[in-house]
């Protein structure tokens, strides 16, 4: 009981030294508390002197991080300090490699409801991200690894990642990536999200996407191409929309075609608000544009030709300001 209180006077230390301003005496005092055993105190510690970019105490958050590799287990439950200290690095900047290898290779199983269960993806994550930002000799095959990494974190974290590497082999490991597929859709569309961010064509590979992807695959890559705001993208998306069934599906889509904020693509929507099957969608997709006063009007207007209380109220209820 002792030892819990004072851990939680440390964590209500730490929380009003991350409202003071920074100084000498704060980064004295934060020293103290990354050579903590507790790794709930010196997951905050780290924290904080992310937040605060102290690079001074680089040299200090991976002495940390080393401790807390042995007997990892049962030394940083849930790999909380490990996690936050390769945060921290990246935050502040950290020029050295060592803590960051260590942690994309890292591995930690904790029993939870009698099985054992891997706790280090996050990590693996984050160094892979520390490993990017140095330009490592060794990151491209390092996060190829990570794409078949156990945990969806860190696979999500791989794709992210070969964005950051931006070499030429990136494009072509993220389309395989894509073709090969995931058992989470959530890697899948992170694939599409990225090629698009990365080369403008891509908007015919994900249209591919929409047309024999799963439901989730299908909606993570439609609102992947209402990100672009590229005219391409909209063709792709309107002939989905002209398409698909009513449902979860066709909704992504309309909310695609609105967060284009492309003139046709608003055209498109009022348009479907004269349909009783598609108007409530299409209305409330046009909710995002709420605060423009023109869109408004138009959408006002289309409801009010509709003479249909009902879609009256739901536009009420869709364009309330919040």
């Known amino acids: 009981m002792g030892k819990k209180r004072g851990i939680e006077a440390k964590l209500a230390r730490l929380a009003a030294l991350s409202k003071e301003p920074v100084s000498v005496a704060t980064s004295d005092e934060l020293r103290t508390y990354l050579a903590d055993t507790s790794n709930f105190v010196v997951a905050e510690a780290a ?34 300090a490990k996690f936050a200290i390769a945060e921290a690095l990246n935050q502040i900047e950290f020029d050295k490699p060592e803590a960051f290898l260590r942690g994309i290779r890292h591995f930690q199983f904790e029993p939870v409801w009698g099985k054992s269960v891997d706790t280090a993806g996050h990590l693996r994550g984050a160094s892979a991200f520390g ?20 945990e969806m974190v860190a696979r999500v974290a791989a794709v992210q990642a070969l964005e950051g590497i931006g070499s030429v082999a990136a494009v072509p490991l993220l389309r395989l990536k894509a073709r090969l597929g995931d058992q989470e859709p959530e890697v899948t569309c992170e694939c599409l999200s990225v090629l698009l961010r990365m080369e403008p064509e891509a ?17 993570g890559g439609a609102l992947a191409l209402g990100e672009t705001r590229r005219p391409g993208a909209f063709d792709v998306l309107r002939d989905f929309a002209t398409d698909s069934q009513p449902g979860t599906v ?27 099957e598609t108007a409530r969608s299409a209305i409330a997709t046009l909710a995002i544009h709420r605060h423009n006063e023109r ?15 009902a879609l009256q109220a739901w536009l009420e209820r869709k364009f309330r300001e919040t």
């Open 131 to 150: 490993l990017v930002r140095l330009h490592h000799r060794d990151v491209l095959a390092l996060v190829v690894d990570l794409l078949a990494d156990p």
């Open 203 to 219: 908007v015919a590979f994900v249209a591919e996407f929409l047309r024999e992807g799963d439901e989730a695959v299908q909606e």
């Open 47 to 80: 924290a904080i002197v992310g937040k605060a970019k102290l690079a001074e105490l680089g040299p200090d958050l991976t002495a940390a991080f080393d401790r807390f590799m042995v007997d990892a287990e049962d030394s940083d439950k849930q790999c909380r």
């Open 250 to 276: 066709r909704d992504a889509v309309f909310l695609a075609i609105s967060m284009l904020r492309l003139p046709v693509a608003i055209d498109f929507l009022l348009e479907r608000i004269s349909q009783k």
């Open 295 to 309: 869109i408004r009007e138009r959408v006002t207007a289309a409801v009010a030709q509709s003479k249909d209380a």
